[in-house]
Every structure is written in C-alpha cells, then in structure tokens.
C-alpha cells in the first residue's frame, strides 16, 4: 500500500519544539519532492514547507521561517519538521504530501495531493 504517515505530534508548550516525521511505504521517497502543510480548526490547509528531491533545499512560509526545518533522510524513507519557538497559533493538524514535480508552486497544488491521516500538534500552556 503506498502512503504516507505522519507522526512525533502532542501537546507542547509554548516556546518548545517537536519533531514530526513523514514516513512513505510502499514506495521511495527518493524522488520527490515532500511538502509539510497544516490545518487548524476552522481554517484551509496551508503550507508550512517544502523540501526537494534533488539538493534537499527547502522553502518554507513566512509563519514557519526562522523556527522549522525540514529535512530528508532518504536511507529511511522518511522526512522530518523540526519545529521549534512554537506558538499557540501553530496548533493545527500537520500533514505531508508528495510531490514529483518539485517544490516550485508546491502549495498551488494542494488539491491534487493524496493525505494521510496527519498528526495534531497543539500548542497550549
């Protein structure tokens, strides 16, 4: 079965840090480009980030600059948000998607994109 799931998600406090993975099975990762998106309550899914194939350069979105990073480990078939400095409003439901036409526009494409079940990371003292 190919899929991805997301997991590392809970409850943190404001001003911690989660790591959340994306792991793929039944395929390889190798060659795609993975994007990291989230939605809160009430709200459209946005994008968080995107990490390429190629050079495993990452993009990400003004609210995630500075305090996520995304990174690839190819050998275990898995891509990893960092996420520290989190914020209440990072409180959402955090999904990966893939993607073979890169990370350029990555977030254009959100309605093409297949989805996990996702994990939920609140933020909250």
């Known amino acids: 079965q190919v899929q991805l799931v997301e997991s590392g998600g809970g409850l943190v406090q404001p001003g911690g840090s989660l790591r959340l993975s994306c792991a793929a099975s039944g395929f390889t990762l190798d060659y795609y480009a993975i994007g990291w998106f989230r939605q809160a309550p009430g709200k459209e899914r946005e994008g968080v980030g995107c990490?390429?194939?190629?050079?495993?350069?990452?993009v990400y979105a003004d609210s995630a600059k500075g305090r996520f990073t995304i990174s690839r480990d190819n050998a275990k078939n898995t891509v990893y948000l960092q996420m520290n400095s989190l914020k209440p409003e990072d409180t959402a439901v955090y999904y990966c998607a893939a993607d073979l036409v890169g990370c350029g526009d990555y977030v254009e494409r959100i309605g093409l994109y297949s989805w996990g079940q996702g994990t939920q990371v609140t933020v909250s003292s």
């Open positions: 990490i390429s194939s190629s050079d495993g350069s990452a």
